[in-house]
């Protein structure tokens, strides 16, 4: 087959992105390697780094792992204030045992609150009216005996004094139709009156009452609530000195717990994420300055270079043809230097 000029350039542009190629490869490996260092040494530089504190109250502790990491973190209370807590812990118990019997101290306020309200229950039972109702007749039971008494002592005078038939002061009847008064003696006349404005008397004592017992009933059920309100509230007061005592122990530890707070604050300040930040980015702008240098392979431009120029691909031509009238005779010490250039670049 003969060689032509055609064939020479792609050959040669062929092996010039052979040559490129691998560079762009090796550049791109070389950039990643130091963007993952970069990488590397901004987490380093971000990484949480806490540092032991003993202060009056507490000594703090931090355990790291074989990678550097912290993998464990504890601190010690101060001997003085553990006995304290110690302490607080025997009064707590008590505290506790206090709450425990208070459903049993205040189970009478709660009897005595149910009993009120069964016996609120009873008093309204009834309406006002029927309260008064009932009121008065129990004071016209009362007054009965009495009554009878008088009434037969007045009529033991009149017929003693003559006078028992006399009647006197009729009425006529109402414009309405109603009876008007019956005939009777002054003396009758007085005592039936008197027991009118006894009964009238009674009749607004009666209205009231009846009031008084919804207004009595309904304070007994308010009393009852009272009483349970304060059992209850009895109850869980109990549970103040347990508390209280609970709390000043979570106070003492939180005392201890301020050298761990402090360490880690620490830690917390000595880790830079804006100094990360900035290995990271410079480290990763100098991989990709670097890979414009490393991927750039002179040999492999001149091949692409030469292959677009048909003089010399003509004349290399005619050289392997064996033909040498041209303007390029003599390549052989191109070719000697160009197998060195391939051999060095693995062709």
Do not use: C, H, K
């Not at 050959?11 to 490996?29: C, D, T």
């Not at 480290?283 to 431009?301: E, K, L, M, V």
């Amino acid at each position: 087959m003969p060689i032509t000029a055609a064939l020479i350039g792609g050959g040669a542009s062929l092996l010039g992105g052979i040559l490129g190629g691998r560079s762009a490869e090796s550049a791109a490996r070389t950039q990643a390697d130091a963007q993952e260092r970069a990488a590397q040494l901004a987490a380093e530089e971000a990484r949480f780094r806490p540092v032991g504190i003993t202060t009056r109250f507490g000594q703090s502790a931090f355990q790291t792992g074989p990678d550097g990491r912290v993998s464990g973190a504890s601190y010690t209370l101060d001997p003085a204030l553990r006995a304290f807590q110690d302490r607080f812990m025997g009064l707590a118990g008590g505290g506790l045992s206090q709450a425990e019997m208070a459903q049993q101290q205040f189970a009478p306020l709660g009897q005595a609150g149910q009993g009120l309200f069964g016996l609120g229950q009873q008093y309204l039972a009834q309406s006002p009216q029927e309260a008064a109702q009932q009121f008065m007749a129990q004071q016209q039971e009362l007054l009965a005996p009495s009554r009878e008494r008088e009434m037969a002592q007045l009529q033991n005078r009149l017929f003693n004094t003559g006078r028992g038939g006399l009647s006197v002061g009729a009425t006529g009847a109402r414009p309405s139709g109603a009876m008007g008064l019956g005939a009777a003696s002054p003396e009758l006349e007085a005592y039936y009156n008197a027991l009118a404005q006894q009964d009238a008397t009674l009749a607004a004592q009666a209205t009231q009452g009846g009031m008084d017992q919804a207004r009595f009933g309904a304070g007994l059920f308010a009393t009852g609530g009272n009483l349970l309100t304060q059992g209850l509230q009895g109850q869980t007061t109990a549970l103040g000195p347990y508390e209280a005592y609970l709390a000043q122990m979570q106070a003492l530890e939180g005392l201890g717990q301020q050298s761990l707070d402090i360490g880690s604050a620490l830690g917390g300040r000595i880790a830079s994420p804006s100094g990360a930040n900035a290995l990271l980015q410079g480290g990763t702008s100098a991989a990709q300055s670097r890979f414009a240098a490393n991927a750039y392979n002179p040999f492999a431009t001149a091949l692409i270079g030469a292959s677009q120029n048909p003089q010399f691909t003509t004349a290399l031509a005619r050289q392997f043809s064996g033909s040498n009238t041209g303007p390029f005779v003599d390549v052989g010490g191109a070719g000697a230097a160009g197998s060195d250039a391939l051999a060095q670049y693995g062709i």
